[in-house]
């Protein structure tokens, strides 16, 4: 149980265009998503929080008008890259909360996915 | 702000040593703490996680430790193998349902 896709698990695309990352609880309902990113030797971090439902909230330094995020359902979170440029080339990884487990004692993370922008 | 700093950054052993990672965090009021394993270009695998209230989880040849009020865990590995060589990862969560805040990583290279 508690399993987390990611998709696609890799993409190439040019500069100036648009890639769309999709995060789903396979058997669970989740009513938060975070998305990290991890560029490379560096540490996993959090660049917003997706509540279903709602807006996402933003870490500083994270453009929110760049950086489209949607979680219009209990199982599905999506992360759209606008006008990609190489600096946001990066491995964006996806956690999802257990909405049945009381206190999120557990995060469940996606597989990731590998963004090269060209 | 919380920060999360693990030693060393990278290790090296051969087969069968048992071995020490180390973690510390600067806010010592957290929920929980997770130790996970990330494969060169692959997600996360979750490998304990300790709540605040607890001092130690064990799972088969891996015990992690929790003295929180130091603001330090350990991940213990024991009769170290070549399968576990990857980055191993610590990162805590500050309250319930929040974000969770990662450490750098310990690369780990085990030789046989």
Same mark, same amino acid.
């Given at each position: ?11 190439? !695309? ?8 999709? !995060?789903?609880?396979? =058997?669970? #309902? ?7 990113? #991890? ?20 870490? #500083?330094?994270?453009?929110? =008008? ?21 600096? =946001?080339?990066?491995?964006?990884? !996806? ?24 | ?13 051969? *087969? ?39 001092? *130690? ?56």
């Amino acid at each position: 149980g508690a399993v987390v896709s990611q998709h696609p698990s890799w993409v190439i !695309c040019k500069s100036g265009t648009s890639v769309k990352i999709e !995060c789903r609880s396979l =058997d669970f #309902q989740a009513t938060t998503m975070f998305w990290y990113r #991890q560029f490379p030797k560096q540490s996993l971090m959090l660049m917003a929080t997706s509540n279903e439902g709602s807006k996402a909230t933003y870490e #500083q330094g994270v453009e929110k =008008d760049k950086f489209l995020i949607n979680h219009a359902s209990l199982t599905l979170s999506t992360l759209t890259v606008t006008s990609a440029h190489p600096e =946001d080339s990066s491995f964006y990884i !996806c956690s999802a909360r257990d909405r049945a487990v009381a206190g999120g004692l557990e995060q469940f993370f996606g597989p990731g996915t590998r963004l090269t922008v060209l | 702000k919380q920060e999360v700093t693990q030693i060393p950054a990278a290790l090296s052993v051969p *087969e069968g040593e048992n071995l020490v990672l180390n973690c510390s965090f600067t806010d010592s009021a957290i929920y929980n703490l997770q130790w996970f394993r990330q494969d060169p270009g692959k997600g996360l695998t979750s490998l304990l996680l300790i709540q605040s209230s607890q001092r *130690e989880q064990t799972s088969g040849r891996l015990n992690a430790s929790l003295d929180k009020s130091s603001g330090r865990s350990t991940l213990y590995i024991a009769a170290s193998q070549p399968g576990d060589s990857a980055t191993y990862l610590c990162a805590v969560a500050n309250q319930a349902g929040t974000a969770l805040i990662f450490g750098k990583g310990t690369t780990l290279s085990v030789s046989s």
